[in-house]
């Protein structure tokens, strides 16, 4: 006999095409997926489904979203003219996890990366210039990751937008609060040093 | 904002509910599907419905099958007068890979627990009698897990069996004690295969 009959084998190929899943881990899934109910299996099914077709991007910020615009863009009680630049939908998550920021995002879906051919117009960077150049916005902070690539792509943005006359800011580089001195990296404590400000906010 | 838009958290949720996957693991497969065409997440979601409607367990052997009765089960060449008697689909695909089993198959899907409350009834024991009471089997071998509950159901079907006339064996503790059949590798299992004893040691 084959290994598997053949909706099996379909089943653990689609499965270990996911990132972080190897052919075992993808056996382990499939067996689960044929051992639950037919309902919960269609429930899975159903949900993948669903946020391909309910999920698509807010025409104004570009993150992931089930109404346009998104519920960010549209809160009246946040600062609509202070954008935060990020690479990803989880950034955003990460951010309003803070609950120190109360203005409003901007996702490029990626970062300039000429290794892997990613240029400045594969990621959602006309979009925020035609956002900032059609709207009254007062502070553009650049979100970034402290990586080769985000540093490129926050000045790439910087350069860009700098004729508009907006504030621009970059998210301070330092050593993570609870970590140790000790530990941490040259280039990251160099930039704490620099980065460094009045004991009393004088 | 919520953490996450609907359609999104529920595909967290549903994929969480799968074994092995946290919910970190379960955001990251969320935003790889969000990431890929339509037509891809489409293939993984009809591969699921697909393997739930198209495989069935064969009415003979219980094994995982698209076509009834299964291909092992049909196949001339193989000693259908031997059954392997083992608890999961798993452990087939792991038996057939040793090449030195050419008889067929039985597969219990699950072993008698009382801790997790599953009884003789609960598993595909009284299929098993049923099959060596109505054919002429020369051989059940129990290849169940070297586990407590695999001894255990290994003792109790061949306690069953013993009416019948029928030779019993099983496996040789070539697999380390407390494994799993599964992961064991192809020359432990031959061996444990050929080693194999008579259950009751006459």
Redesign the interface.
């Known amino acids: ?8 084998a ?2 653990v ?3 270990s ?5 190897g052919r075992k ?1 993808a ?8 051992s639950i109910s ?1 309902d ?16 698509d991007l807010c025409p104004i910020c570009q993150n ?4 346009k615009p ?3 863009c549209t ?1 009246a009680k946040r600062q609509q003219n202070i954008i935060c630049v990020v690479e ?3 950034d955003v ?1 990460a951010m ?1 996890k803070t609950n120190e920021y109360k203005g409003v995002y901007h996702v490029l879906h990626g970062a300039i990366s000429p290794m892997e051919g990613i240029g400045p117009d594969n990621i959602k960077i006309n979009e925020l210039v035609r956002r900032v150049s059609e709207n009254d916005i007062s502070e553009v902070i650049m979100a970034t990751n402290p990586t080769v690539e985000g540093e490129a792509t926050a000045m790439y943005i910087g350069k860009l937008l700098k004729p508009f006359g907006v504030k621009l800011s970059r998210i301070a580089h330092g050593i993570p609060v609870g970590g140790d001195l000790e530990f941490a990296d040259e280039v990251t404590l160099a930039r704490a040093l620099i980065g460094r400000h009045n004991l009393f906010n004088e």
């Not at 006999?1 to 099996?8: A, G, I």
């Open positions: 006999m084959n290994e598997y009959v053949p909706p099996l379909r089943l190929d689609e499965l095409k996911m990132p972080g899943i881990s056996h382990r899934l499939a067996f689960y997926l044929l037919d919960e299996a269609k429930k899975l099914s159903e949900a993948i489904i669903s946020a391909k077709k309910d999920i992931y979203t089930d109404i998104c519920s960010i809160n990803s939908p989880k998550i309003e």
